[in-house]
């Protein structure tokens, strides 16, 4: 999902093959071994893996909404704040979503662990309307997709018990022009299929 915003913010056109991850597809697994997505194949045959390079690519080309910073510091802070919620909150997320896949581990340990996270965001979102300022920020469309998933495992907790001003700062986001966009379900891609563009042009 912040692969595909950071791709439609910036303005780029791709070629989008959805694939299902219980039946992927030869030509994904030829050029990506891990075989994870999202990946992204350039017209150069170089291979970016990872959704945060993806997005970072996308935005370094063209990023017309300024959703990189030009301050450094602020920049350093940003991938900071993202590797926080890449490496630790994304770790309890696991395993309070799926608690089952995992060995002795206690989900609501590990929302309570989680919900550390959601302080730091609304101590941010206190100061301004997004993590960063008062416009988006590449901070905002790396994380809220995972608050997202962290909010969809018990919805009632967590209107009752987030933070509030991370609950409208995600509540903001899901009401987007964009993350509707993004949201759109496309069939499997096979390769006799035409060229699906993404995102699609008004014409």
């Known amino acids: 999902m912040r692969a595909r915003l950071a791709i439609m913010v910036s303005g780029r ?12 597809p030869q030509e994904m697994l030829d050029i990506s071994p891990k075989a994870t997505v999202p990946v ?30 030009s301050d450094k ?3 350093a802070q940003m991938l900071a ?17 799926y608690g089952n896949r995992y060995e002795n581990v206690d989900p609501l340990h590990h929302r309570k662990a989680a919900v550390q996270f959601l302080q730091s965001l609304d101590e941010l979102l206190q100061r301004s309307t997004y993590l960063f300022g008062e416009k988006p920020s ?24 987030a ?4 609950q409208i700062w995600l509540s ?9 966009a993004v949201m759109h379900k496309y069939p499997a891609w096979l390769a ?11 014409s």
């Open 13 to 24: 056109q791709v070629q989008l093959r959805e694939v299902l991850l219980r039946n992927k």
């Open 40 to 69: 992204l194949q350039l017209v150069d045959g170089t291979i970016i893996e990872e959704s945060l390079e993806i997005m970072l690519w996308a935005l370094h080309n063209n990023d017309p909404q300024q959703i990189l910073s």
């Open 73 to 75: 510091s602020k920049h």
């Open 81 to 97: 704040l993202i590797a926080d919620n890449d490496g630790e909150f994304k770790h309890n997320l696991d395993r309070y979503k």
């Open 138 to 161: 590449l901070a905002d469309i790396a994380i809220f997709p995972f608050v997202r998933q962290f909010a969809g495992v018990d919805r009632n907790w967590f209107e009752q018990s």
């Open 163 to 166: 933070p509030e001003a991370v």
């Open 172 to 180: 903001k986001w899901l009401a987007s022009k964009q993350f509707c």
């Open 192 to 202: 006799t299929d035409q060229a699906v563009l993404f995102p699609k042009t008004d």
